[in-house]
């Protein structure tokens, strides 16, 4: 017997920027984890379900390695996410070590010190912003381009010790590494941005700072099976990371607030009132990569009912989690009210992006700040005509054009 | 209400610190969960309870009425 329905290929495509693909509910309503092809045409689960992602992310016996690498499910050509990462033998150690080697330069006490550098570096972000209006009046200016790539930069630049002055070779490394259907340009991109950290580290080698790159530099002194390999993949790996999610989130942010102005007004009203629980919302509804975050099964597993044999790709949507209804009411609806909130923006279990509460830090204090000082603030077209990037690792859109 | 922690299965995220600094922090060296009150502090009842919710690792537990 032959099926007429054809298995679903990802990314899904979706009405626009603040929304996602409908193509999650249908599947979420049919099972927690569904068959997909990935961008790059191989079979993976998808898990849309919140109480299946929760469990997948919390289930040690799934990693980010895999048992055979070159049979594993590619998920796109990308130089990132786009397959097999690591050491299957020894992946529980590395990470370990890893979290261990990080987890302290991110910490919340760390965090709540970096605070008024962030509301500093922030200010001066809006300064240019103002700039930028003031040098063409009446014309809109791009948010992106004078908020919300800037300040994230800044800021891992100075957590890391990368030289702010080297942003636009690796903003335009990073944009390269994430292009889903990159190819070889992915891998070449990785390959000079992994060279650029190891040029790096070598400086810091020779006179240590107080910032990231040098504790792990002192780090790889201790430990031998920390190669220079390792250290220049972590290093790209943060710097992508801290800046490109961040900046999205921002973007997409005022996007929610601006879309609706009555929205708008509430949260300009009270910024501080409402701030951190508008950024759980933000975080919660904002639809990030096509394809969710990648686990490989280490072995025979069953989730919700579906077994997932060892070595099957399984792509976590968070994007779907976070919009399910069983744990979500009126999940499509922007509620900064909503309590609990207990999104999986960042993920959950081991894995946790350990850099969550640095974006949590930068979006509290960003969101006050611009609406404080232009209340006002407008989108400067329909929300149809910002452009979604879909063949993005991370996401996002191609700009934010505003006025005042 | 007692508040508990389980360093060992604790992995360093810092979201309860960030959500109610009045009863955790973290370890400088590895980051790990410090727990600085055994009970809720006045007033951070509800910020310890979306801590417990939140936690990453499922490490903190609330017991007693």
């Given at each position: 017997?032959?099926?007429?329905?054809?298995?679903?290929?990802?990314?899904?495509?979706?009405?626009?920027?603040?929304?996602?693909?409908?193509?999650?509910?249908?599947?979420?309503?049919?099972?927690?984890?569904?068959?997909?092809?990935?961008?790059?045409?191989?079979?993976?689960?998808?898990?849309?379900?919140?109480?299946?992602?929760?469990?997948?992310?919390?289930?040690?016996?799934?990693?980010?390695?895999?048992?055979?690498?070159?049979?594993?499910?590619?998920?796109?050509?990308?130089?990132?996410?786009?397959?097999?990462?690591?050491?299957?033998?020894?992946?529980?150690?590395?990470?370990?070590?890893?979290?261990?080697?990080?987890?302290p330069a991110f910490s919340a006490p760390r965090m709540r010190a970096?605070?008024?550098?962030?509301?500093?570096?922030?200010?001066?972000?809006?300064?240019?912003?103002?700039?930028?209006?003031?040098?063409?009046?009446?014309?809109?200016?791009?948010?992106?381009?004078?908020?919300?790539?800037?300040?994230?930069?800044?800021?891992?630049?100075?957590?890391?010790?990368?030289?702010?002055?080297?942003?636009?070779?690796?903003?335009?490394?990073?944009?390269?590494?994430?292009?889903?259907?990159?190819?070889?340009?992915?891998?070449?991109?990785?390959?000079?941005?992994?060279?650029?950290?190891?040029?790096?580290?070598?400086?810091?080698?020779?006179?240590?700072?107080?910032?990231?790159?040098?504790?792990?530099?002192?780090?790889?002194?201790?430990?031998?099976?920390?190669?220079?390999?390792?250290?220049?993949?972590m290093g790209a790996g943060l710097l992508f990371a801290g800046h490109?999610?961040?900046?999205?989130?921002?973007?997409?942010?005022?996007?929610?607030?601006?879309?609706?102005?009555?929205?708008?007004?509430?949260?300009?009203?009270?910024?501080?009132?409402?701030?951190?629980?508008?950024?759980?919302?933000?975080?919660?509804?904002?639809?990030?990569?096509?394809?969710?975050?990648?686990?490989?099964?280490?072995?025979?597993?069953?989730?919700?009912?579906?077994?997932?044999?060892?070595?099957?790709?399984?792509?976590?949507?968070?994007?779907?989690?976070?919009?399910?209804?069983?744990?979500?009411?009126?999940?499509?609806?922007?509620?900064?009210?909503?309590?609990?909130?207990?999104?999986?923006?960042?993920?959950?279990?081991?894995?946790?992006?350990?850099?969550?509460?640095?974006?949590?830090?930068?979006?509290?204090?960003?969101?006050?700040?611009?609406?404080?000082?232009?209340?006002?603030?407008?989108?400067?077209?329909?929300?149809?005509?910002?452009?979604?990037?879909?063949?993005?690792?991370?996401?996002?859109?191609?700009?934010?054009?505003?006025?005042? | 209400?007692?508040?508990?922690?389980?360093?060992?299965?604790?992995?360093?995220?810092?979201?309860?610190?960030?959500?109610?600094?009045?009863?955790?922090?973290?370890?400088?060296?590895?980051?790990?969960?410090?727990?600085?009150?055994?009970?809720?502090?006045?007033?951070?009842?509800?910020?310890?309870?979306?801590?417990?919710?939140?936690?990453?690792?499922?490490?903190?537990?609330?017991?007693?009425?």
């Amino acid at each position: 017997m032959t099926t007429t329905e054809e298995t679903p290929r990802l990314p899904f495509t979706r009405a626009n920027a603040l929304a996602i693909a409908p193509d999650y509910d249908v599947l979420r309503r049919q099972a927690p984890v569904s068959r997909v092809l990935t961008p790059a045409g191989d079979p993976a689960w998808l898990v849309t379900s919140y109480e299946a992602a929760k469990e997948v992310f919390r289930d040690r016996r799934f990693g980010r390695s895999h048992p055979a690498p070159e049979q594993a499910s590619r998920i796109s050509h990308a130089a990132l996410q786009n397959g097999p990462n690591g050491d299957f033998d020894t992946e529980e150690r590395d990470h370990k070590r890893m979290r261990r080697m990080l987890a302290p330069a991110f910490s919340a006490p760390r965090m709540r010190a970096l605070g008024d550098r962030i509301a500093e570096l922030t200010d001066r972000c809006l300064d240019d912003l103002q700039a930028a209006r003031d040098a063409h009046p009446g014309e809109p200016v791009d948010l992106t381009d004078f908020l919300a790539f800037p300040l994230p930069v800044l800021v891992i630049c100075e957590l890391l010790g990368v030289p702010y002055a080297d942003r636009e070779h690796f903003r335009g490394l990073s944009e390269r590494i994430a292009v889903m259907n990159g190819g070889e340009d992915a891998q070449a991109a990785m390959a000079e941005f992994m060279a650029y950290m190891t040029k790096l580290a070598d400086a810091k080698r020779a006179d240590p700072q107080p910032d990231v790159i040098s504790d792990m530099v002192a780090v790889q002194a201790d430990d031998p099976t920390f190669t220079d390999d390792d250290l220049a993949r972590m290093g790209a790996g943060l710097l992508f990371a801290g800046h490109e999610t961040t900046s999205t989130r921002i973007a997409m942010g005022t996007l929610f607030l601006l879309s609706d102005t009555a929205r708008r007004d509430r949260f300009a009203a009270d910024p501080d009132g409402q701030v951190n629980q508008t950024v759980e919302e933000i975080l919660r509804l904002t639809a990030t990569s096509g394809t969710g975050l990648l686990r490989y099964a280490h072995e025979d597993v069953e989730i919700a009912g579906t077994r997932i044999m060892r070595g099957d790709a399984v792509l976590i949507s968070s994007d779907a989690a976070n919009r399910d209804a069983s744990v979500f009411a009126d999940p499509d609806g922007f509620d900064p009210d909503r309590t609990p909130n207990v999104h999986l923006a960042f993920g959950t279990g081991a894995h946790v992006c350990i850099g969550a509460n640095l974006a949590r830090t930068e979006l509290r204090t960003v969101f006050p700040k611009l609406f404080r000082r232009f209340p006002g603030l407008r989108l400067a077209v329909g929300l149809d005509e910002i452009p979604v990037r879909t063949n993005r690792v991370a996401g996002g859109v191609e700009r934010v054009p505003v006025e005042w | 209400m007692k508040i508990t922690v389980d360093t060992g299965s604790c992995v360093s995220s810092g979201q309860c610190v960030l959500l109610a600094p009045e009863a955790f922090d973290q370890n400088e060296d590895d980051g790990t969960v410090v727990l600085l009150a055994e009970e809720p502090p006045a007033g951070a009842e509800e910020a310890v309870r979306q801590a417990e919710l939140t936690c990453p690792a499922a490490a903190i537990r609330l017991s007693g009425a």
